[in-house]
């Protein structure tokens, strides 16, 4: 109580348009501190996190988030769920309820719209998650190992192709090319989708 704990120290990169990266480390490194100070919902000590030369300060739309505990609500359908940003956004409830849908029917949820988080598979709410955060169609996404609970059928499609996928343009959205996605290890991504950070521990270098 009381002890102060330094979870990122200089830390420092820029993430470029139409950029995935993937960010590496170990566990307690700092990488979901990170991506809460990327996703504004904390506020760094010192230094600052930018978008398009803006100090980000609180959450916004334009950034988008995939919780790694998928942090939907119990009491919530699935589709309700999914059009929880849609109505922040001040969406129509039709208009809501129509891309809600859509996206739920992208990620091959379609059938289990009335379905409640807890009635699902771990994989399923993961997925819901996923359709959640792109519903939104914010600039960047972030994800916190994104695919992780996914079984070996629906991970097909790489960390790249899950965070472009979107109703229109054949399924991928072409104002969303920018993704951050955290690991624990180098060996749980596939280098090929992009380029990786490492974070290391002060007693725990990678």
């Known amino acids: 109580q009381g002890k102060t704990v330094t979870a990122l120290d200089s830390t420092s990169f820029k993430v470029l348009d139409n950029e995935f990266l993937s960010i590496v480390g170990p566990s307690g490194c700092g990488k979901s501190t990170l991506l809460r100070l990327m996703a504004g919902l904390d506020t760094p000590t010192t230094g600052q996190v930018a978008y398009q030369g803006q100090a980000v300060q609180k959450p916004t739309g334009r950034i988008g988030l995939v919780f790694q505990d998928y942090s939907l609500l119990p009491w919530r359908t699935l589709v309700r769920n999914i059009e929880l940003g849609l109505e922040f956004q001040g969406l129509p409830r039709g208009q809501a309820r129509e891309k809600a849908l859509e996206y739920l029917d992208l ?14 598979s771990g994989g399923m709410r993961q997925r819901a998650a996923i359709a959640r955060a792109l519903a939104v169609e914010p600039d960047v996404l972030l994800k916190e190992d994104p695919i992780g ?33 955290i690991h624990q290890t180098q060996r749980s991504f596939d280098t090929r989708t992009g380029r990786c950070v490492s974070l290391c521990a002060a007693n725990n270098p990678l």
């Open 107 to 120: 990620v091959g949820l379609a059938q289990s719209r009335d379905a409640y988080p807890l009635e699902l």
């Open 149 to 181: 609970a996914l079984d070996a059928h629906t991970r097909a499609p790489s960390s790249r192709e899950w965070c472009m996928l979107s109703p229109q343009a054949g399924h991928h959205h072409a104002g969303r090319q920018t993704a951050i996605q």
